[in-house]
């Protein structure tokens, strides 16, 4: 994102300076072309100043005024033209330029003494070269002008090119690095637990069939852990046994859910930060997930692991009463598909139904009936 952020900002600039570069040139073009334009018009202007039957003094007003308005163009055009060939050209315009002012200087004086004939020799000779010259070095610098400008243009495009080209490689190679690589364990810790209250989870019957070296489950350990849940007078123990159990299960996590209603929500976890917890709950009884199910059908249910994720157990917690609530546990190393840590789970879950109170049962009687045994109890 700082890539893609910084690219754009960089292309908006660029695109900026080519717009600039863009009105530069069509400013020198016109400035150049009024040059040429003035420059033909002070060429007319010295051959009325000797043409016989018209006064001269019009033309040399109007000369003097258009030598001016050249000069004004060329001082004014020079802080456009980008340095090298242009600004060579624009000096070989001012040498041309200055040479028609000192012709036009000689050509008056030639009038003031009243010789006419020498200052016709003067325009229509030595004045044709230079007026000749003058336009030479007019096209010139229209050239020159257009081909720096352009090649100015032709850099900023490349460097928008080349913004957009950097930009592409670092998305592609963000991408590259944040595609998973198989048998890597990229994950989010703390909602692998998700899974379990996941609708898209493979949900699957306990099965007897174990990993191919899965870790041996202490089965004293188990024993001694379900004392423990057996003796436990406040949560702080029973906490302390449902981190035991986590070890022996070999899971990362284990919450405990009770019904309530309709819902289970979390009661109890270990391995979880609290946030997270609150995040998953509740669960509608109707859900289709592995603690949803596991409480409906009251059998243990199981998430099978992949390459990203660890598997995951869901065992019911079932009292005098039925099903309370369901104890899952995220198990890792393939352990969901190991009879014997299905086994042990099953126990915990079992114990935990004599100590840990029952919560409002699901409502199983429909509203019609109890509608009824309302209406009959009030009659």
């Not at 695109?15 to 334009?37: K, P, Q």
């Not at 400008?149 to 090119?161: D, I, K, S, T, V």
């Not at 899952?328 to 840590?341: H, K």
Request: net charge negative; aromatic share 6%; proline share 6%.
């Amino acid at each position: 994102m700082a890539a893609g952020v910084t690219g754009g900002f960089f292309v908006l600039t660029t695109h900026r300076r080519a717009a600039a570069i863009d009105a530069m040139s069509g400013d020198v073009a016109a400035r150049i072309e009024r040059m040429i334009t003035t420059a033909s018009d002070v060429a007319s202007a010295q051959h009325a100043y000797v043409a016989p039957g018209q006064p001269a003094q019009p033309w040399l007003e109007r000369g003097a005024m258009l030598l001016q308005q050249f000069g004004q163009d060329a001082v004014a055009i020079r802080p456009l033209l980008p340095p090298g060939s242009a600004a060579a050209a624009l000096d070989d315009v001012d040498k041309a330029f200055k040479a028609i002012v000192t012709l036009d200087g000689k050509v008056r004086e030639s009038l003031q003494e009243d010789q006419s004939l020498l200052a016709a020799d003067l325009i229509f000779s030595e004045g044709r070269n230079t007026a000749d010259g003058l336009a030479a070095a007019l096209h010139a610098l229209e050239a020159s002008s257009r081909q720096a400008l352009g090649g100015q243009r032709a850099f900023l495009e490349r460097q928008q090119w080349g913004a957009v080209g950097a930009v592409a490689i670092v998305w592609i190679v963000g991408l590259l690095v944040l595609v998973p690589v198989p048998g890597s364990e990229v994950r989010d810790p703390g909602f692998e637990g998700l899974r379990l209250s996941n609708p898209e989870s493979r949900v699957t019957n306990p099965s007897p069939a174990a990993p191919a070296s899965p870790p041996s489950v202490d089965l004293a350990e188990a024993a001694d852990i379900c004392g423990a849940f057996a003796r436990t007078t406040d949560t702080a123990a029973l906490r302390e046994a449902l981190a035991r159990a986590a070890s022996v299960l070999d899971a990362r996590g284990i919450i405990v859910w009770m019904g309530a209603g309709e819902e289970l929500f979390p009661a109890l976890w270990h391995g979880y930060d609290e946030r997270v917890v609150e995040r998953l709950g509740p669960i509608p009884r109707n859900a289709a997930n592995a603690t949803a199910d596991a409480w409906r059908t009251a059998h243990l249910r199981t998430v099978a692991s992949n390459q990203m994720f660890d598997g995951a157990l869901a065992a019911p917690v079932s009292g005098i009463n039925g099903c309370v609530g369901v104890l899952t546990a995220e198990v890792r190393n393939g352990r969901e598909g190991d009879a014997a840590t299905q086994a042990v789970a099953a126990m915990f879950a079992a114990q935990l139904a004599g100590i840990v109170p029952a919560w409002p049962a699901a409502s199983s009687v429909p509203e019609s009936a109890n509608s009824s045994a309302v209406t009959a109890s009030r009659g």
